[in-house]
């Protein structure tokens, strides 16, 4: 008996918290996008979203045995959510051999080549998707109308931001915004499913709030004392929170643990950022969309976030009661 | 709303089973190891030899120099010998080996049951017989309390904070001493208030002992300036500084001492000893100790005289389970895990918690995935993670500027990571060498 004892160091019980609760936590957390998806795109959204994860799940597996040589992760569900989120961030009818460039470059280059999961500096999923908006500027920035939409021949259609600088007359509603049935790409669809999705993230404790309300309140100030001087809808504060990827990149992307900061100021600075340069490349850079870009600066700045930042220390606030 | 620390905390399951089920006695067994250092601070300088007899509450240690706590016999007998025995820190140290032969115990010990309330002895009096009995913080900490009563030259107590939180998981034993001994407690803290020259004590304890709360309550309007709080549940809230801020609001600064916010802090356990050397001239020769785990067939709280075997008090809780794997002293948080039954009850050993071997060995450690949830828990508003990457790292300026010295090794971190990584275990050895450097800069100085 004496020799079986294990005698290792405080403490001797854990929370059974797990790599993988949180993963799963966010997958389950990105359903009801998924699902405003598929009632838009139909099958298109199951194809592309299905092959993007299995391009993810498939590169990191034969990366990690084949070329690092070590125990394949693809369990811890990481790779997963790449591959939905690279999926939620293209148009639903782009060429398949070009989605699987965009995976290769996600998993293998933004991810692996750092270490993996956890040695990351760029978020794999933004980094991918940036890849493919540069090297297919085409491609990507042409999306299907969706199957909802009420005229048959449309066969493809500007997305709410792209209408916002030239068109401004074609925009939807904005209760088409938040419901989710505008042209775009797969996830960005409904702000309502995303924000449930926030719910749901916030209730199991997988994030805090500080990264997305700081990313939305800051996209709302600047856009909104804009819009008070000159109240045209390229400044409408609604406008820019229920388009485009703003709603995912704030939940499901600016939020990857690994790439963001860990203090809660930092968090705050970090989101504050990410609003800033979004509605700055919105209003005045080439692209109509500036989220990805965003988020891509801003985990560039992570380290230095941190650096810089440190946690409210215990003693530092002395309130005599 | 209840009252809390404010910076970090965790919520692990209580599983407080043995909660409810009265302290009860154990037999004294043939033999018991009385360890000479059972207290932060010097050893117990021998002042028995072998061949003497000795009575319970017999001197057999003597302190060496102010922070050190004396040392008496739990049992009467024959000393068998002063020799090296392995004790909960897994050390071999000295202690003293006793014969046991009947239990007759000093005469000056008033051992009747009754409740002695007035005490007339002035400050110092009260200190000497504190000090005399050897009492040390029966939390866990082990701090000897007369030195802990003295406030150092400058400093002026105002409130007495008792600590009845017992926020360690599976620990019930300050429980028990609260509901049975609640009248000795309250006049223990009135000996501790008239010690400190202080009028206002606050009890504080967590709110999974309404029972205790509700006890405490009706008797504290029989004795002014005593107030009892009840506690949101919370971990490591038996902290002393944690539990200082949810009290008063009153954050103690880095590196200082709770008395520089005018606290001074007892756990209930301490003042019931202080009660009873103080009354009674009993020194600390025995505890309460819960007796716990999953697979313990009879949960208890057991009163135990110091020297006797842990495994004595398992094999009183129904015996060892056939699927054990970790025997700790203390709870799951802090606890000391042994290396063998054979370790002795010490004045310190709050608990003995069996875990089953399921349970006992920890999941490999993957990759920081940096989500900085240890950020978050920690109550002492420090980044464990970067902690352990400058441990790893030796990078010692770097962790004394994050002031890995504030960390009160609660173990919130390591038990809150999803990526089981022993972040405490890292923490520790860095700020043992932190400390170290420090010390060896002021004595370069």
């Known amino acids: 008996m004496e020799n079986k004892l294990v005698v290792s160091p405080s403490p001797h019980i854990h929370s059974g918290d797990t790599i993988e609760k949180n993963m799963y936590g966010v997958l389950i957390a990105l359903i009801p996008a998924f699902l405003v998806a598929l009632y838009v795109f139909r099958l298109d959204a199951l194809i592309i979203t299905a092959l993007a994860v299995l391009f993810c799940v498939g590169f990191e597996y034969l990366i990690v045995k084949y070329v690092m040589k070590k125990t394949p992760t693809v369990s811890d569900g990481s790779a997963i959510i790449t591959g939905v989120l690279l999926a939620f961030n293209i148009p639903s009818n782009l060429p398949i051999w070009i989605l699987a460039l965009g995976c290769l470059f996600a998993i293998g280059v933004a991810k692996l080549s750092f270490g993996g999961l956890g040695n990351n500096i760029f978020n794999p999923a933004i980094a991918g998707r940036i890849f493919l908006l540069i090297s297919f500027p085409a491609q990507m920035t042409v999306w299907p109308a969706p199957e909802t939409a009420t005229t048959i021949d449309a066969v493809t259609s500007a997305t709410v931001l792209g209408n916002l600088k030239s068109t401004p007359e074609l925009l939807p509603s904005l209760q088409t915004m938040f419901l989710g049935t505008e042209a775009g790409s797969l996830g960005e669809m409904s702000a309502l499913a995303l924000l449930l999705g926030l719910g749901w993230l916030l209730w199991k404790k997988v994030i805090t709030w500080h990264i997305p309300v700081s990313i939305m309140a800051t996209v709302t100030i600047f856009t909104g004392i804009l819009y008070i001087f000159n109240p045209i809808p390229l400044y409408n504060p609604l406008i820019h929170l229920f388009s485009g990827g703003l709603m995912l990149g704030a939940i499901f992307m600016a939020t990857d643990y690994v790439t963001s900061p860990m203090t809660k100021k930092g968090m705050l600075i970090y989101g504050a950022g990410i609003g800033f340069i979004t509605v700055a490349i919105r209003l005045w850079g080439a692209y109509p969309e500036g989220v990805s870009f965003a988020i891509l600066l801003m985990n560039a700045l992570t380290p230095l976030i941190n650096n810089y930042t440190t946690p409210k220390r215990f003693g530092e606030v002395v309130k005599h009661g | ?442 004595t370069n100085a």
């Open chain 2, 1 to 442: 709303m209840l009252k809390t620390f404010r910076i970090g905390g965790i919520h692990p399951k209580d599983k407080k089973v043995s909660a409810g089920n009265a302290i009860q006695p154990i037999a004294i067994p043939n033999q018991v190891i009385i360890p000479l250092g059972q207290h932060i601070g010097a050893p117990c300088q021998p002042v028995v030899k072998k061949g003497d007899t000795v009575k319970v509450g017999t001197l057999i240690g003597k302190t060496v120099g102010f922070v050190s706590a004396n040392i008496h016999s739990s049992v009467s007998g024959t000393v068998l010998k002063i020799d090296k025995a392995v004790d909960a820190s897994g050390y071999r140290r000295d202690a003293v080996f006793i014969k046991v032969e009947g239990d007759e115990w000093e005469e000056s010990v008033d051992r009747s049951s009754d409740l002695k309330k007035e005490c007339n002895l002035s400050s110092k009096e009260i200190l000497d017989k504190i000090a005399a009995a050897g009492i040390v913080g029966m939390g866990g900490a082990t701090f000897p309390t007369h030195v802990k009563l003295t406030p150092p030259p400058g400093s002026k107590p105002e409130i007495l904070i008792i600590n009845g939180v017992e926020c360690e998981p599976w620990l019930t034993s300050d429980h028990r001493v609260m509901m049975e001994k609640t009248e000795e407690i309250m006049v223990g803290i009135t000996i501790v208030m008239k010690a400190l020259n202080v009028d206002k004590a606050i009890i504080g304890i967590e709110n999974n002992k309404k029972d205790a709360i509700e006890k405490f309550g009706k008797s504290a309007e029989n004795y002014p300036g005593i107030t009892v709080e009840a506690l949101k549940v919370q971990y490591p809230q038996g902290g002393e500084k944690q539990l200082i801020d949810a009290l008063t609001g009153r954050q103690v600064p880095s590196g200082a001492l709770p008395i520089s916010v005018g606290a001074v802090v007892q756990n209930v356990g301490t003042v019931l000893a202080i009660y009873e050397a103080v009354q009674k001239n009993k020194p600390l020769i025995e505890r309460v100790v819960t007796v716990t785990g999953k697979d313990v067939k009879q949960p208890c709280n057991i009163l135990s005289r110091v020297g006797i075997p842990v495994g004595n008090l398992i094999d009183a809780a129904g015996g060892l389970p056939e699927t054990t794997g970790k025997i700790v002293s203390g709870g799951p948080m802090m606890g000391k895990a042994l290396a063998s039954t054979d370790v002795p009850v010490t004045k310190g050993t709050s608990g003995i918690l069996v875990i089953p071997t399921l349970e006992a060995k920890r999941k490999a450690m993957k990759d920081c995935i940096r989500c900085a949830k240890c950020v978050s828990i920690c109550p002492m508003g420090l980044n464990p993670t970067l902690l352990m990457n400058l441990t790893e790292f030796e990078v010692w300026d770097g962790a004394e500027k994050q002031r890995i010295t504030d960390c009160i090794e609660c173990g919130s971190c390591s038990y809150t990571c999803p990526a089981d990584r022993p972040l405490l275990d890292y923490i520790r050895l860095g700020k043992g060498r932190v400390n170290s450097i420090i010390r060896t800069r002021k």
